[in-house]
Nanobody, 128 residues
């Protein structure tokens, strides 16, 4: 069965770090564009970071640039979001996503969020 399962969320203090994982099953993640999105209560979904095949190109929202890193391990069929220097405004439900390769920019992928596969979400809370 095609599935994306997130893990690694939880509580962190401002300035701390978390690494989110997203394990894919039922398909080969290395053949897909990948993305991380988040949604805070009462706010619109935001594209945090997206990458194309082999992470040849990556996109980061201005709010996370320099602090977050998207990556994947094809041997484990898993994608990651390393989050450093966390801020309270990073608090949200984070979703991983995958999309078969298309001829478009990773920025457009993240802005429009037209991904075909989505994880269930993992809660990240940044608070002292």
């Amino acid at each position: 069965q095609v599935q994306l399962v997130e893990s690694g969320g939880g509580l962190a203090q401002p300035g701390g770090s978390l690494r989110l994982s997203c394990a894919a099953s039922g398909f080969t993640l290395g053949l897909y564009n990948i993305g991380w999105f988040r949604q805070a209560p009462g706010k619109e979904r935001e594209g945090v970071s997206c990458a194309n095949l082999g992470e040849r190109n990556t996109f980061y929202a201005d709010s996370v640039k320099g602090r977050f890193t998207i990556s994947r391990d094809n041997a484990k069929n898993t994608m990651y979001l390393q989050m450093n220097s966390l801020k309270p405004e990073d608090t949200a439900v984070y979703y991983c996503a995958a999309l078969a390769t298309v001829d478009t920019s990773v920025q457009q992928l993240c802005v429009h969020g037209n991904f075909e596969k989505w994880g269930q979400g993992t809660v990240v809370t940044v608070s002292s």
